[in-house]
């Protein structure tokens, strides 16, 4: 079977947003650093597909939908659609864009003007883009309404939000994203906010629309169950990037991140039967201005190794982790032996721990090691000597995977090496 024409081609896509530092620091043009929101993405979306974008919150997920529509400038990188880059349009060329490419918002009731009645929310973009026939308009609208099933039309057509539920709502959402005749819809949690009754019902007319107008979609969630539902394609995000992405039979089928494994384990069963403890990946995710080194997910990784790229960070929340279990006298006696931990602050593979004396130090590593001997920080230790009143711990140098070829999937992971020649990312 010949494999569907690319629609859309990001290339090295890139959204990082300015923090904002103190005043100081702003009068004296010092760098607060920036938000690695959405960080070197390559990715293609077929004609005719579902791509599902798959992670947790601050993944970056809504951030890449809202770039496809240059509602998020890009930082770098391309956004190929019909020839043209998306990211070198003015402002007036993307409002043309919009005709081809529409959003559908995380929640109806925020996403629709509380004094426009249904048909003149779903009319206005006709409006906008030059369609000066009220009667022509109104038949687009009767139609784009039909066609998400509310009908009889008349019966809505003078409603305003407020008196609709919110199926009804996300319907009158979905018909305004229509009525343009777009190619590509980027729906955003386009049913978390709905109860669950209505959930599967707005996903399969969303799927009705993708047959009938022969639609694209970019479908951002982290429901796996709706993207195992929807979806022809998942990519999985974590920390700004794609870590993984593959047909979704073979996401689910043979995960090869840990990440996507979480995910899954994590995932909720319906049936009672085949409950199992949840397996949620540990900690939280990590800060996207200061990223951690190597591979962003080896903090929360069980299955991480040497080149994962540890650092001095990782060792200070080792130590904070430890400190939890002692008693208040324990916790006096090491935290005095060790010192500040300020310095385990910074991204380093190199550090000195300790002021009590190099073997207080040690004594108090070793005592660590033996309570969690399987804790994956210890296969990225290279080496501990004595520095001083302490000691220093030595780090193996960090790899950042790039995606790779891995069976059926591409994924960003020092397990997996390369086993194809060239860049398939897109894939």
């Known amino acids: 079977m010949p494999t569907k024409p690319d629609l859309i081609d990001v290339r090295d896509l890139s959204v990082h947003f300015g923090l904002r530092g103190g005043t100081l620091g702003r009068l004296v043009g010092r760098d607060a650093g920036v938000v690695r929101a959405v960080d070197g993405i390559s990715v293609t979306l077929r004609e005719g597909e579902v791509l599902g974008l798959v992670g947790e919150s601050g ?37 043309a864009l919009r005709q081809s490419i529409q959003m559908v918002f995380q929640d109806p009731s925020a996403a629709l003007n509380p004094s426009m009645t249904v048909a003149e929310a779903v009319g206005d973009a006709l409006r906008v883009h030059g369609m000066k026939s009220s009667v022509e308009r109104r038949e687009r609208v009767v139609e784009a309404l039909e066609r998400v099933g509310l009908s009889p039309v008349q019966l809505f057509l003078d409603k305003y939000p407020r008196d609709l539920s919110g199926g009804q709502k996300q319907r009158v959402v979905l018909a305004r994203a229509i009525v343009m005749g777009p190619r590509v819809l980027v729906a955003d949690e386009p ?166 004396g190099a073997d207080a130090v040690r004594s108090i590593l070793d005592r660590i090691r033996d309570e969690e001997p399987d804790e994956p920080l210890w296969r990225g230790v290279a080496d501990v000597t004595d520095d001083g009143a302490g000691v220093r711990v030595d780090f193996h140098p960090g790899v950042d995977p790039a995606l790779r070829r891995a069976g059926g999937v591409d994924v960003a992971c020092v397990l997996y090496p390369d086993d194809s020649p060239d860049d398939s990312a897109g894939g």
């Open 59 to 95: 993944s970056g997920k809504s951030t890449f939908g809202r770039a496809l529509l240059g509602l998020a400038p890009a930082t770098s990188g391309t956004i190929g659609f019909d020839g043209a880059d998306l990211t070198s349009m003015s402002r007036s060329e993307l409002r």
């Open 191 to 356: 049913i978390s906010m709905l109860d669950m009754s209505v959930r599967a019902k707005i996903l399969q007319l969303m799927l009705d629309l993708k047959q009938d107008l022969g639609l694209s979609y970019v479908y951002i969630t982290h429901d796996l169950a709706s993207a195992k539902f929807f979806c022809d394609r998942i990519a999985i995000m974590y920390l700004g990037r794609i870590v993984e992405i593959g047909d979704t039979e073979e996401i689910f089928a043979n995960p090869r991140h840990p990440y996507t494994k979480a995910l899954l384990r994590a995932a909720p069963d319906p049936d009672p039967a085949r409950a199992v403890a949840k397996d949620l990946p540990r900690g939280e995710v990590p800060d996207a201005a200061v990223p951690p080194l190597g591979c962003s997910f080896h903090p929360r990784c069980p299955e991480a190794v040497a080149q994962c790229g540890w650092e001095a960070r990782d060792l200070r929340t080792l130590l904070e982790t430890h400190w939890t279990r002692r008693t208040p006298e324990e916790y006096d006696a090491e935290s005095a032996a060790v010192g500040s931990l300020d310095a385990l602050a910074r991204p380093d593979t190199s550090v000195h721990v300790g002021r009590g």
